[in-house]
């Protein structure tokens, strides 16, 4: 899977010469991120965003009047918060858990560009595919009554290897599973973007970012990616190639 991404990757920066003008470029970020998840066919209420960012590169390629085509390579952090109380009487108990999850995305974003001011707004969508890289879940859990609090702490590690439970494994398969927070690698959706770009080649752009694929291992279970993101890039000169 690392070695599909990579060469889409590479295919993309291979072929720009065959465009008339191609601008590189810098881009970073922040990412107010959350999920769309389910349990056994139910959705899961509780889930609140997280912070995290965006960084890489991007490609900016001319193809017609007002129209270009924006390819990148962006390292990026996303995941969900999930928060839970209940409460009987004077006892009650907390469950806190965040997931941050570390991907390569790759974004094609095609932009339609107009001139306004002294620069340039632009707007436009596309696809994106993502490849899972790592990541961690950290857990932290109070029960209590009255004025007397318990807390505790525990982190797992995020793990794209795509397992299920071992229903039938062994008691020590079984817990060495449970130490971990298993998904799927592949992320994939739609980005939809809008933005300003100066005429010296900063660029300020917010982008919504939907996934669509399934990142859950488990049956009846479905996990979805989604992110809002605020960015600063900026592109260097460009380059004349083949029409």
Aim: net charge positive.
């Amino acid at each position: 899977m690392k070695k599909h991404v990579l060469l889409i990757a590479v295919a993309l920066v291979g072929s720009l010469s065959t465009f008339a003008q191609v601008k590189f470029g810098v881009k970073a970020g922040l990412n107010v991120a959350n999920a769309s998840v389910k349990e056994d066919d139910k959705k899961v209420d509780g889930l609140k965003s997280m912070t995290g960012f965006h960084v890489g590169v991007i490609a900016d390629i001319s193809l017609a009047e007002n129209f270009a085509l924006q390819p990148g390579l962006l390292y990026s952090k996303k995941g969900f918060k999930f928060q839970e109380k209940e409460t009987s009487g004077e006892a009650f108990a907390g469950l806190k858990m965040t997931t941050s999850m570390n991907y390569l995305e790759i974004p094609i974003n095609f932009l339609y560009k107009t001139e306004l001011g002294s620069g340039k707004f632009f707007g436009g969508f596309g696809p994106y595919v993502a490849l899972g890289l790592g990541g961690k879940t950290k857990y932290s859990g109070l029960v209590g009554i009255g004025t007397g609090i318990i807390g505790a702490d525990s982190d797992e590690k995020v793990k794209f290897d795509g397992k299920k439970y071992p229903v039938d494994g062994t008691a020590d398969e079984k817990a060495a599973y449970e130490k971990d927070s298993h998904f799927k690698a592949l992320d994939a959706g739609a980005n939809f973007t809008v933005g300003y770009e100066l005429r010296n080649g900063l660029q300020f752009g917010v982008n919504y970012a939907l996934g669509l694929t399934n990142n859950a291992v488990e049956d009846k279970s479905s996990h979805k990616n989604r992110y809002f993101g605020v960015s600063v890039g900026f592109l260097f000169g460009g380059k004349s190639g083949k029409k």
